[in-house]
């Protein structure tokens, strides 16, 4: 079965292949997050087989588990703490999802299991509580966006108005607010006309043409 979006994998050797699922919803997930699990399945993979070919850890091979984020959170969750609890030692790496991201590292934390966020956007993970078995490879959504008002302005110093449309979840829109207020912190008197979060990808183009003709 082909998975388009495991991107989270556990140093232990076992294999989960979730079921299919013929949901609209989940088809258009897993074709929007395909574009950073794929490639980082296909990354972890080459440098697995690399590492286990050099010897590994003393000898000892490293064996990925990769679960489908896609099978939605309630299940990525399941799966996530099913894996960590079971015996052996592993490194968890997850997740693309900023609310998945948010929702698995407390449990790492609560089951004293070293994750990774290698992907997480969310700046809010690490905002009220500090993690001892959590930490982030690279850096969030205020640096991204603070540095994209920072090159608009330097770009097109002279517009007036801007409108969005971004994702309809936790990264679209804590990304937009982040946007939002540093730009109107440099540029004040800047006009937003629209704010959208579309639900599904065919409703950009009807929002895109709104905002075109305002």
Not at 106 to 135: F, H, N, Q, S
Request: net charge positive; charged share 25%; hydrophobic share 45%.
């Amino acid at each position: 079965m082909q998975l388009f979006c495991r991107q989270w994998f556990s140093l232990k050797p076992r294999v989960i292949s979730p079921p299919r699922s013929s949901s609209v919803l989940r088809r258009f997930f897993r074709d929007l997050l395909r574009y950073f699990g794929v490639p980082a399945k296909a990354a972890a993979e080459l440098w697995i087989d690399e590492f286990n070919a050099a010897g590994g850890i003393d000898g000892v091979k490293l064996a990925p588990v990769f679960i489908d984020e896609g099978l939605g959170g309630d299940k990525f969750l399941s799966e996530y703490r099913r894996v960590a609890q079971e015996p052996g030692d592993k490194v968890m790496l997850s997740a693309i999802s900023s609310g998945n991201c948010n929702t698995v590292v407390p449990v790492a934390e609560d089951l004293k299991v070293l994750d990774i966020m290698w992907d997480c956007g969310t700046e809010k993970i690490l905002e009220e509580r500090r993690y001892k078995y959590a930490i982030r490879t690279q850096a969030n959504a205020v640096t991204e966006m603070v540095a994209a008002v920072v090159y608009l302005l330097k770009v097109k110093p002279d517009f007036k108005t801007i409108a969005v449309v971004n994702q309809d979840y936790a990264w679209g829109r804590d990304s937009w607010e982040i946007f939002r207020n540093t730009l109107l912190a440099f540029k004040p008197d800047t006009k937003i006309l629209a704010e959208l979060f579309p639900k599904f990808a065919p409703l950009i183009s009807p929002r895109r043409s709104h905002v075109c003709r305002r």
